[in-house]
C-alpha cells in the first residue's frame, strides 16, 4: 500500500499516510517530500509522544526519505517523541532504541524496517538512561522523558507525579548559576535564600527538601547542605515535587531534586563561556567532550569553571572554582562503564545567616514586627564576616542492555560536603535597630551510597508489564567542629540604616576542625519493586513498593517501614492523561535546631501520605498541566519556651497549574500557578491548631516568553513572577507583603568562521524591587536579590 507524496504544506495527504500507518493488512510505504535530509546534516526536530509508528512516519516526513514497513511489526511499541538536533541516522537510532527493530537503506533516500536478527551489530550507543535528548527553545525547553527513582526513564506524560526539567539550553539562555535562578519560573518552588548571602534554599510546595536525601547526582544521593553544586556541570536538573519514598528512598517529603551530570557527546565539543555582571564578577566556563579509539569506545568530558567579583551585595566578593571529569569505556555495544568525579569550592565575603525580626533588638528569638525590606545590594553583615563550602564527589555505573528488552544498572557514589559559615545573626526591630552574635562553627557532611536495579518488560496475556526490582543501601553522617550548640560571640548593636563594621574576633576554624563531634550517622537499606501494567493503549495501573530500615546511631532507634505507592493513568486520546495517585514517605526524626534550648536532640522517625489528582497534556507545540495533592506529615515547631518539639500534623494542600509551548513559531510562552493551604492539625498545643504553617506564600504566579524576531537571530526574553503574602506567626499577626519581579533578556546567534557565536544580555528584577525572602517554618528573612545586569558570551568551535 503506497500513501500519496504529501507536499510540505499538505497536511490532508499526511494525515492520510498516518491513517493508513494504522492498518495491519497490507506493508506500508510512505514516500515522503522529495528534499531529503543528506545522512550526515543535522536537522532539528520537535516530535511529540504516540505510537512508534506515527512518530516514525513523521519523522520520515520531515526528513524527506521513503520509509516502508509492515505496521505489525510495530504493534504496541510507543515512543517518547524526539526533539533536538539529529543526523538522519541519528534520529532513526533513537527513535528505534529498544524496539527490537533495525533500520535497512534500500538505496537512494528509501528506507525500510525489518526485525533485527540476533547476528545484527547495532551502532555503539552510550548507555544513559538520565539523559533524553529535548530541552531546546525549539521545543519550548520541554523534555518529554526523565529518570523517575524507582520508575527508572519514563515518559513524563505516563508519570502520575509532578516532575519539572530543567535542560542544558534552559540554563545556557537564562544563563543560570543557582538553584535559586534555576526554579525562579516555577510557581511551585520558592527560593528562602541564595548562595550570595550564604547558601541556597528551595521551598518546595511549602516544605524543604530533606538536607541528608533530597539532593541526588544521577539518582544517588548528594549530600551538600549549602545546596550550591555548581550547575556549569549539570546537563539537566529534575525536581520531584512532594513525596517519593518509594522513588528515590526514605527522607523528608518535601520534594527531590536530580541533577545529571554532563556526560561524553557522540561528537567532539568544545565550548568557552565567559560572563560579567554590572557589580564586576567575571566568569569563565571551559567545557571540551568527545570520543576516541577503535569504534569510539572512550568518551570524556571535561569542565573547568572559575568566578571572582564583587557579588550584588556592596563590597561583598565572591569566588569559585570547579572541575569536572567523566569517562564511559563500551565494553560491548551493549555494556558500557561510566566513572565520574566533580570539586567545587566557593567563598562568598560579607554575608550573614539570617536576620531575625524581635521587638526590642536585642540577641532574642522573641517574635517582632519586621522592619521593611531592605535593598538587596545594601551590605547589612561586617566585611570581614565569610561563608565556603566546598564539594567532592565521584561515581561509577556499570549500564548493560540484557538482550532487547531488560537492563542491568549497577551505581556507586560517594560526596563531602564541607560548610564553614563565619557570619552574624542579626535580630532586629521594625525601626532597624539591631544586635549581631557571630556564629563560627563548620560542618563536615558524608554520603555513600550504593543502587542495583533491573528493569525490563514482558507480557502476560493481554496485560504488558514494565517491572523493575532493586536494592540499595547508604550512609550519611554529619559532624561539627564544637558538639550540639554552635559557637556565639556577641558582637555589638546599631542600627541597620548604617550598618556597624565590628571588630573581628579573629577566630577562624579549619577543615580539620569540621569533623572533631559527629553527631548524627543514619545507615539506609532498602529494597523495592514496582509493576507498571498496561491495560491496551488507554490504561496503566503502577504498584511499587519499598522496604527498608533507618539505622540511627546517635537517635537510639532502628526502625523499619513498607512504603507503597498506588497510581492510575489513563489516556483516553494519545496526548491527554488523566491519573490518580497515592505514595508515602519514611523520614528520619527531626533534629533540634542549634538555636533551641534542647539543641541537637533527636526524635523518631516519621511517616507522610501524599494524594494527588492531576492531568497531563502533551501536543507538538505546547504541554500543560494540572494537580491538585494533599500532604500530611509529622509536624515540627519551637515553642514560647524555645523548645524544639516534633508533635502534630503539618498539612499541605493545594492546587499547581503549569503550560509552556509556542503560541506561533516565534513566540515561546511558558506560565505556572500555585495555591497553597498549608496548616497545623492535631497538635498538643491549643493555640497552634488550624494556624497558617510559618513562611509559606498562599499563592505564586510565574510567566515567562521569548520572542525570536523574524528574518534575524535576535531573541528576546521577558518574565515576571509573584509570590503572595507570607506570615510570621502561625495566628498571622505578622504578615509580609507580596512583591511582583520583572526580568528582560536577549540573545543573538551568528557565526565567524568555524565559530558558533552567542551574545546574551540578562536583567533581573527590572524595577529594582526590595524584597524579604523567608524559610517555611521559621521566623527568619533574608534580602532578595536587587536589579542585575549580566552580559554572556558563548565560542562553539
Not at 527531590?256 to 555582571?277: A, D, F, H
Not at 536585642?362 to 517582632?368: D, R
Request: hydrophobic fraction near 35%.
Amino acid at each position: 500500500m503506497t500513501a500519496a507524496t504529501p507536499r510540505p504544506s499538505g497536511r490532508r495527504a499526511l494525515a492520510l499516510a498516518l491513517a493508513i500507518n494504522g492498518l495491519a493488512t497490507a506493508p506500508l510505504l510512505l514516500t515522503l517530500p522529495a528534499q531529503a535530509q543528506t545522512a550526515e546534516a543535522r536537522q532539528t526536530h520537535n516530535l511529540a509522544a504516540g505510537r512508534l509508528s506515527d512518530v516514525l512516519a513523521r519523522y520520515a516526513a520531515a526528513s524527506g526519505v521513503t520509509l516502508s514497513f509492515e505496521p505489525r511489526l510495530l504493534d504496541g511499541l510507543r515512543s517518547p517523541g524526539l526533539q533536538g538536533s539529529y543526523t538522519l541516522s541519528e534520529g532513526f537510532t533513537t527513535l528505534l532504541r529498544g524496539s527490537n527493530v533495525e533500520l535497512v537503506h534500500e538505496g537512494g533516500s528509501s528506507y525500510s524496517l525489518r526485525r533485527q536478527s540476533a547476528q545484527t551489530s547495532l551502532p555503539a550507543m552510550t548507555v544513559s538512561a538520565e539523559v533524553d535528548e529535548g530541552g531546546s527553545a525549539a521545543s519550548a525547553y520541554r523534555l518529554s522523558s526523565a529518570r523517575v527513582g524507582a520508575l527508572g526513564n519514563r515518559r513524563l506524560q505516563d508519570t502520575p507525579f509532578s516532575v519539572s526539567t530543567y535542560s542544558r539550553e534552559y540554563m545556557d539562555n537564562l544563563q543560570i548559576s543557582s538553584l535559586a535562578d534555576l526554579t525562579r519560573y516555577d510557581a511551585a518552588v520558592a527560593a528562602s535564600s541564595d548562595d550570595q548571602q550564604s547558601e541556597n534554599a528551595l521551598v518546595i510546595r511549602g516544605l524543604s527538601p530533606d538536607f541528608d536525601t533530597g539532593q541526588k547526582l544521577d539518582g544517588l544521593t548528594l549530600r551538600s547542605r549549602a545546596s550550591d553544586l555548581p550547575l556549569e556541570h549539570i546537563e539537566r536538573v529534575d525536581i520531584l515535587k512532594g513525596a517519593g519514598a518509594f522513588l528515590y528512598g526514605f527522607g523528608s517529603p518535601g520534594g527531590t531534586i536530580n541533577y545529571v551530570l554532563k556526560r561524553p557527546t557522540e561528537e567532539l565539543t568544545r565550548t568557552l563561556t565567559s560572563q560579567v555582571t554590572d557589580n564586576g564578577q567575571i566568569l569563565l566556563h571551559g567545557d571540551i567532550g568527545g570520543r576516541f579509539g577503535d569504534d569510539k569506545r572512550f568518551g570524556y568530558r571535561i569542565n573547568l569553571v572559575g568566578q571572582d567579583g564583587e557579588t550584588y551585595v556592596s563590597g561583598n566578593d565572591s569566588k569559585r572554582k570547579s572541575a569536572s571529569l567523566a569517562l564511559d569505556w563500551r565494553l560491548t555495544p551493549a555494556l558500557t562503564w561510566q566513572v565520574d568525579a566533580l570539586y567545587a569550592n566557593r567563598v562568598s565575603d560579607g554575608g550573614y545567616f539570617r536576620l531575625l525580626p524581635n521587638a526590642d533588638a536585642s540577641y532574642s528569638t522573641a517574635l517582632g514586627k519586621p522592619l521593611d525590606p531592605i535593598d538587596g545590594d545594601k551590605r547589612l553583615a561586617p566585611s570581614w564576616a565569610f561563608y565556603e563550602s566546598s564539594h567532592r564527589t565521584w561515581g561509577s555505573d556499570l549500564n548493560w542492555d540484557i538482550g532487547d528488552d531488560w537492563h542491568l544498572r549497577l551505581a556507586y557514589r560517594y560526596s563531602d560536603s564541607f560548610r564553614n559559615p563565619y557570619l552574624p545573626g542579626l535580630f532586629a526591630d521594625a525601626d532597624g535597630n539591631y544586635s549581631a552574635v557571630l556564629y563560627h562553627y563548620n560542618n563536615l557532611f558524608t554520603s555513600e551510597g550504593f543502587e542495583g536495579q533491573v528493569s525490563g518488560h514482558l507480557d502476560t496475556g493481554p496485560i504488558s508489564h514494565q517491572v523493575t526490582v532493586g536494592g540499595a543501601s547508604g550512609r550519611t553522617t554529619s559532624s561539627n567542629s564544637n558538639g550540639l550548640v554552635p559557637s556565639t560571640t556577641p558582637l555589638g548593636s546599631g542600627n541597620l540604616s548604617n550598618p556597624q563594621d565590628f571588630t573581628d574576633p579573629g577566630i577562624r576554624l579549619s577543615r580539620g576542625d569540621a569533623d572533631y563531634n559527629e553527631y548524627l550517622s543514619i545507615k539506609r537499606t532498602e529494597v523495592f519493586v514496582s509493576d507498571t501494567l498496561g491495560f491496551g493503549e488507554q490504561l496503566d495501573l503502577i504498584l511499587g513498593v519499598r522496604h527498608g530500615t533507618l539505622d540511627a546511631k546517635y537517635g537510639d532507634y532502628r526502625e523499619s517501614a513498607l512504603t507503597p505507592s498506588v497510581a492510575l493513568v489513563y489516556r483516553p486520546v494519545d496526548w491527554t492523561s488523566f491519573y490518580v495517585s497515592y505514595i508515602e514517605a519514611f523520614e528520619q526524626g527531626a533534629v533540634a535546631p542549634d538555636t533551641a534550648v534542647n539543641a541537637g536532640e533527636v526524635f523518631e522517625p516519621m511517616t507522610s501520605e501524599q494524594h494527588e489528582i492531576g492531568v497531563k497534556m502533551d501536543r507538538e507545540r505546547w504541554s500543560a498541566s494540572a494537580a491538585l495533592f494533599r500532604l500530611e506529615r509529622a509536624l515540627t515547631y519551637t515553642d514560647a519556651s524555645n523548645v524544639f518539639s516534633q508533635d502534630g500534623i503539618a498539612r499541605y494542600q493545594g492546587l499547581e497549574l503549569n503550560a509552556r509551548g509556542h503560541l506561533t513559531p516565534d513566540v515561546l510562552i511558558g506560565a505556572s500557578a500555585m495555591w497553597l493551604d498549608a496548616e497545623n492539625r492535631k497538635t498538643s498545643d491549643p493555640a497552634l491548631e488550624g494556624q497558617q504553617i510559618v513562611g509559606t506564600a498562599d499563592q505564586q504566579y510565574r510567566l515567562y516568553g521569548e520572542y525570536q524576531i523574524p528574518n534575524t537571530a535576535w531573541v528576546l526574553s521577558a518574565g515576571a513572577s509573584h509570590t503572595g503574602e507570607r506570615s510570621l506567626d502561625e495566628a498571622r499577626n505578622i504578615d509580609l507583603d507580596a512583591f511582583t519581579l520583572y526580568d528582560l533578556g536577549a540573545r543573538y546567534a551568528m557565526q565567524l568562521g568555524d565559530t558558533d557565536v552567542e551574545l546574551k544580555v540578562n536583567l533581573d528584577n527590572l524595577t529594582d524591587e526590595a524584597y524579604w525572602l523567608t524559610s517555611t517554618g521559621y521566623h527568619s528573612l533574608s534580602q532578595g536579590m536587587p536589579r542585575t545586569l549580566t552580559l554572556g558570551t558563548s565560542l562553539s568551535f
